[in-house]
């Protein structure tokens, strides 16, 4: 059975579009069963494709921004719908925790996956330069396999990272 993830960042133009992408594309590479959309807490951008910006950055790594934004709903936020809600940063992570009437288990921060290396929040690189894009997609990049992993229950990672060179020991 499919598991469901929504991403969501404020405006669905930056960051929660290429989680969905970079989700996309990792599920498919490890063959694993999953539906993925994403939205925004506001709904500035409602009807919009992703920022150009964005799309720009990703592309230049192979992903395919498509989705076009839209406006988180209280629906989406039924552990029925989606098994998974990733807030990109703790603000939009309480605007979702007071809409689902409290705290829900399965409204999480997408740094929840990370280690420590890693900011708390997903920084929104909207106002910011084009670095911010490729920080970003590296962020999604290191948690979007442990989010999977987690979702399929199992260790997709097997035998992916064996030392050869143990038995030259």
Same mark, same amino acid.
């Given at each position: ?31 694993? $069963?999953?539906?993925? #959309?994403?939205?925004?807490? %506001?709904?500035? =951008? ?7 910006? *964005? ?21 989406? &936020?039924? $552990? ?5 809600? +990733? ?5 939009? =992570?309480?605007? +979702?925790?007071? *809409? ?5 288990? %399965?409204?999480? +921060? ?8 890693? $900011?708390?929040?997903?920084?929104? $690189?909207?106002?910011? #330069? ?6 970003? +997609?590296n962020m999604l990049e290191a948690g979007c396999p442990i989010i999977l992993?987690? &979702?399929?229950?199992? @260790? ?6 064996? @030392?050869?060179?143990? @038995? *030259?020991?």
């Open positions: 059975m499919s598991k469901r993830v929504l991403f969501v960042c404020m405006g669905n133009i930056c960051r929660s579009p290429a989680g969905e992408a970079v989700m996309k594309r990792f599920a498919e590479e490890f063959r694993i $069963p999953v539906d993925v #959309d994403s939205a925004g807490t %506001h709904a500035y =951008h409602v009807g919009e494709r992703a920022d150009s910006r *964005m799309r720009a950055a990703a592309e230049a790594r192979g992903y395919e921004l498509s989705s076009i934004a839209r406006k988180v709903t209280r629906d989406d &936020l039924s $552990p029925e719908n989606f098994d998974l809600v +990733l807030a990109m940063d703790s603000e939009n =992570h309480a605007i +979702l925790t007071k *809409m689902a009437n409290g705290i829900a288990p %399965h409204i999480r +921060l997408f740094s929840d996956y990370l280690d420590q290396q890693w $900011p708390k929040d997903v920084p929104d $690189p909207y106002y910011g #330069d084009e670095d911010g894009f490729s920080e970003v +997609l992993q987690t &979702l399929a229950g199992e @260790d997709i990672f097997a035998g992916e990272f064996d @030392d050869d060179d143990d @038995d *030259m020991i």
